[in-house]
Every structure is written in C-alpha cells, then in structure tokens.
C-alpha cells in the first residue's frame, strides 16, 4: 500500500535559519502530495500541494518539489519566523472509487526560537 | 467561500457513555466527507469518508459508527466509548479532486 515517512522530530530552530522537513513516500500510481500544517489547538491547513512530477508548491516562504526518482517531497523555507513553529504534516492522495483519500506521514514538530 | 464547523470543541466522557460528534459544510454541494482521528504525539488515522447522502466507508473496525443525514453534515458516533478512543478528531471535506480541508477539531477525553 501507500505510504510517507517524514524525518524524525522535534526540530528546532534559531529564527531566520533555514529549515528542510525530509519527506519520502511509496505509491503504486502518482499521487498528489501535500504538505499541511497544524498550529497547536488547531485543525489542519493546507500549506502547499504538487499533482505532477517537477512540480513545485509554494506558499507564504515554503517550498516543496515533488521529485518523481527519488520518491521526495521535502519542505524548505529559507528564513524561518517564530510564528511557523508548528506540526508538519506530509501527505500524498489516492484515489478509492469517488473519494480522494489522504495518507499522512507521522508528523514533524517544529518550534522556532527568537 | 466554504467553511467548515465541529463541535463541540472540547469534550470530556467517562468510559461507557455515548458520543455524538457533528461536522458541517457551508458553501458547497455534495462533498466527499471525511473523519480522521489523531491520538496523541502521532499522525492522523481516516476513520470513516462518505461520498454522498447516507453513503459511509469504514477504514478501520472500531466501536465508532458514522452517518451522513444530510448532504452537508457528518456524524461520528458511539454507543459505549473506551479510554482509547481519546484523542483529537478532525472532520474533512473534498469535492473529488485531491485537496482535503480540515475543520478545526474536536479534542475527546474518556475518563
């Protein structure tokens, strides 16, 4: 079956370091892969997604390539902010009859220190 | 714009009793409905998704039961609840393309 392995946490941060969240995943067709972000408290956000090989999702300083030989979708920011400490989520989509179905890597906390 | 509601927000049950979740959709039509739960210091496990009225897919056996009553309501449910079923439940909604979006959360204490 599907799956994701995102890197072990927790990370921790100066601000204005540059961050990467390792993300690796196994799928028998080519999925869509997501990163969310949950702040604490809180349901999940959508930060960014890629549906195809090459593509590149971004959003508010975050970047992630969905590398199709390497089986990657890694998280970069080049300056992290305090308020991005948060738990990251790496997802990708299958299809099961008419619904999309989500798997979630294990999650990646991050705090960001001033 | 769509929106996304659960309550309650917060919950605390002794073992044995009943469990009445609710999700509901504003701003879109028959959408594919989804709950997830997620226990402690881990990731998020689907419990239940519905792609239409009545219409409930189950991914794991549990003592949990859903029900979609109306197109854009979901209910999470249980006649007897355990200590494990503790834990954060997200309600999401999608409409057959491959984003999800997540409501803000019930969090579930069974004593």
């Known amino acids: 079956g599907n799956s994701v392995t995102q890197m072990e946490g927790p990370v921790t941060l100066s601000e204005e370091a540059f961050l990467t969240i390792n993300c690796t995943y196994t799928a028998t067709g080519y999925p869509s892969l997501f990163w969310y972000v949950q702040y604490p408290g809180e349901g999940l956000q959508l930060l960014l997604k890629a549906t195809k090989a090459d593509d590149k999702g971004s959003n508010k300083g975050f970047e992630a390539t969905y590398r199709k030989e390497t089986t990657s979708f890694h998280l970069e920011k080049g300056s992290v902010q305090v308020s991005d400490s948060a738990v990251y989520f790496c997802?990708?989509?299958?299809?099961?009859?008419?619904?999309?179905?989500?798997?979630f890597g294990s999650g990646t906390q991050l705090t960001v220190l001033p | 714009s769509q929106t996304i509601h659960q309550w309650p927000a917060t919950l605390v049950q002794p073992v044995g009793s009943p469990l009445s979740l609710e999700c509901t959709v504003e701003g879109t039509s028959n959408p594919n409905l989804y709950w997830y739960r997620q226990a402690a210091g881990r990731g998020l496990q689907l419990l239940f998704y519905?792609?239409?009225?009545?219409?409930i897919s189950s991914e794991v056996p549990q003592n949990l039961s859903a029900s979609r009553p109306q197109d854009r309501q979901f209910i999470l449910s249980s006649k007897k609840l355990l200590l494990s079923d503790s834990g954060f439940y997200l309600c999401a909604w999608g409409l057959g393309t491959d984003t999800q979006y997540f409501g803000p959360g019930t969090r579930l204490t069974v004593l």
């Open positions: 997802a990708l989509s299958e299809s099961s009859g008419s619904a999309r179905q989500l798997t």
């Open positions: 519905s792609v239409g009225i009545g219409q």
